[in-house]
């Protein structure tokens, strides 16, 4: 099945700066890939997602980036604000079958003002 | 239009002792998931509902069984609770299995002693 790791597990930031979260997958076949936001005791939500046939996708400060070839996607957020701090969660899934999402573990996002 | 909706939000439960999980989503979605989140793991995926009338295992099935009530409804059960078991339950919908975002709800905690 799907192995996806994202590194770092801790990010601090200073306000204003660009951050950016990496992701691996093993499966080639997979070919969506989303990232979810979830902030201190609420639930995860949906910020952005690229499919395997765009390389990069922007929506104002927050950019995803993907390499299929060497099978890592990335998040980038630029001029943090400290409502960006949060837990942010990459995943993978191929786009056919019975196939579910499988996540990574989390980045923490930590924004001092 | 309440989206997701998880009941109860806390419990506490003995070692042994049964309890069910209930969620609702009323977007019309056909898919249904249960994941469960705990510390440094991210989101794994303990049972999904492709579709009203299935259900299949995730990659943590093991003390768990589900039940799609419904298009709206999926259950989970928890027959005899053990301490592995402590985590916060996330259930989500999509309108299908697949190219389709995670809608969640907002996690029942529970602890089992």
């Known amino acids: 099945g799907e192995n996806v790791e994202q590194h770092p597990s801790t990010l601090s930031v200073q306000e204003g700066d660009s951050a950016v979260i990496k992701c691996t997958y093993s499966?080639?076949?997979?070919?969506?890939f989303p990232w979810y936001k979830q902030e201190l005791g609420k639930r995860p939500q949906l910020i952005i997602d690229i499919r395997s046939n765009v390389g990069e996708k922007k929506d104002q400060r927050i950019a995803v980036t993907l390499n299929k070839t060497a099978k890592h996607f990335s998040l980038h957020i630029t001029e943090t604000q400290p409502e960006d701090s949060a837990v942010y969660f990459c995943?993978?899934?191929?786009?056919?079958?019975?196939?579910?999402?499988?996540f990574g573990k989390g980045t923490m996002l930590l924004v001092s003002p | 239009n309440a989206g997701v909706t998880q009941t109860p939000k806390f419990q506490v439960l003995k070692t042994g002792q049964s309890m069910t999980l209930q969620c609702a989503q009323d977007m019309n979605h056909n898919s249904m998931y249960w994941y469960r989140q705990d510390p440094g793991m991210g989101l794994r995926l303990i049972y999904y509902?492709?579709?009203?009338?299935?259900?299949d295992k995730g990659e943590v099935p093991n003390g768990y069984n589900v039940s799609r009530l419904n298009k709206r409804e999926f259950s989970l059960r928890l027959e005899s609770a053990a301490p592995s078991q402590t985590s916060v339950y996330f259930c989500?919908?999509?309108?299908?299995?697949?190219?389709?975002?995670?809608?969640f709800g907002n996690g029942t905690r529970l602890t089992v002693t």
């Open positions: 509902s492709a579709s009203e009338g299935t259900t």
């Open positions: 995943a993978a899934r191929r786009n056919s079958g019975y196939s579910t999402l499988t």
């Open positions: 499966d080639s076949a997979s070919n969506y």
């Open positions: 989500a919908s999509s309108e299908a299995l697949l190219d389709s975002p995670l809608h």
